[in-house]
């Protein structure tokens, strides 16, 4: 059978790959010389776990100032109840929700980043998630993710792919050119899927087209290969993830990073903080399908000695008003706090939280630039250079164990 570019995409379907789509390229071996001398050892033997709440997810809900009268002036209808905040400081609280994520807390594997945001904060849903996921100013338009620039460059032959997409969504700071990013739902129909991709025809006759379908072919097939063995020779670990569907999309990754599939980024995602009306009730049930889907997931990777090798990092594009609107929910805002877990975090808050006697526009005022955690990740937990123009001089900020 000769394997057209229409035919290839179409049997590729669940196995949804980001370097297939129009105007998105290859990636291309440099040779392996080339790859060896770029390579950092964080890349190779740590995984970074990327969660994004999409819709924007409401700060002041998650961490609440415990002690600041004017939290509950602003939000008379929906501010939590004392019963609904766990107390984390003299200071802060975290909401009730998020209560399986307590042992992290306690066991100084969690951190808070406060403030979090951008000057000339942007309230578009399309545009705020962009300037999040391209690391750029506000005025700033960039057209590849913050870790498509951190990673391309530093291919490695030993892994499946740079990135994996688990569960659908799009591939958001790995988008653009020179990266390999797998979009899956299930590893194994992955693997089947990729067997029965038919060889593209070769020869003198071949279009550039197929030639580089050919070459994307074989990377499937080397990813699936590679992903297959590794979670076949891996133990169960008898951990049991929630029936939702974030709980199914982190048993996905805990299998991925527990058998050893080499890939240093994964991007997880879960929806629904949009929440303009009835926050109350829809905020709690997605704070505890993300409490409880990530709590098993640490579970797992305790229990497959990779909590140490693994950080785990939420952001969404923007937080929510200070002031709750007329539908008892809150409208687009600016800063959030984002969530850090792992073996080697450094427990407790960075940052400032947010003045709720200084807004802006009624709306709360970052103090922390968004970037410090894309200079974190990069320069603390793999690294990396300091001097790359994704952090763009940006300081990182002190959570994560040296040792």
Not at 146 to 158: F, Q, Y
Not at 201 to 213: M, T
Request: with cysteine; proline share 5%.
């Amino acid at each position: 059978m000769v394997l057209d570019r229409r035919t290839f995409l179409h049997l590729s379907g669940g196995v949804c790959l980001p370097w297939l789509v129009p105007g998105i390229e290859a990636w291309a071996w440099d040779g392996p010389e080339k790859k060896s001398a770029n390579l950092a050892a964080g890349l190779r033997d740590r995984t970074l776990i990327l969660v994004e709440l999409q819709g924007g997810n409401d700060g002041l809900n998650t961490i609440v100032p415990l002690k600041d009268e004017r939290y509950r002036e602003l939000r008379p209808r929906i501010a939590l109840k004392n019963d609904q905040i766990i107390e984390l400081d003299s200071r802060l609280g975290t909401h009730a929700a998020l209560k399986p994520l307590m042992q992290a807390w306690e066991e100084e594997e969690a951190n808070w980043i406060l403030g979090l945001g951008y000057p000339d904060p942007n309230r578009s849903h399309f545009r705020s998630i962009e300037i999040w996921e391209t690391g750029s100013d506000s005025d700033e338009d960039l057209r590849e993710g913050w870790l498509t620039r951190l990673l391309k460059g530093r291919p490695d032959p030993e892994r499946a792919a740079e990135g994996i997409v688990i569960g659908g969504g799009d591939s958001g700071p790995l988008y653009g050119t020179g990266l390999r990013v797998l979009n899956m739902n299930d590893p194994e129909k992955f693997s089947k899927q990729a067997r029965s991709v038919p060889e593209v025809a070769q020869g003198r006759d071949a279009r550039k087209a197929l030639e580089h379908l050919l070459e994307v072919q074989d990377d499937i097939k080397k990813a699936a290969g590679i992903i297959e063995e590794k979670i076949q020779g891996s133990p169960d670990l008898g951990i049991r993830f929630p029936s939702t569907r974030f709980g199914q999309r982190c048993k996905i990754a805990a299998e991925m990073v527990a058998s050893g599939v080499p890939c240093p980024v994964i991007k997880l995602s879960i929806g629904g903080f949009d929440t303009h009306t009835n926050q109350v009730n829809r905020h709690s049930r997605l704070l505890a399908e993300l409490a409880d889907g990530l709590a098993s997931l640490r579970k797992a990777l305790i229990a497959s000695e990779k909590w140490d090798r693994t950080l785990i990092s939420t952001y969404s594009e923007f937080g929510r008003r200070a002031q709750e609107n007329g539908s008892e929910g809150t409208d687009h805002g600016t800063a959030a706090p984002h969530l850090l877990l792992g073996g080697k975090v450094q427990g407790g808050f960075a940052g400032k939280q947010p003045n709720l006697g200084k807004l802006q526009k009624n709306d709360l005022i970052h103090t922390t630039d968004y970037r410090r955690l894309y200079a974190t990740i990069e320069q603390s937990w793999f690294g990396l250079d300091p001097r790359s123009e994704v952090s763009r001089g940006a300081k990182p900020l002190d959570v994560i164990h040296k040792s």
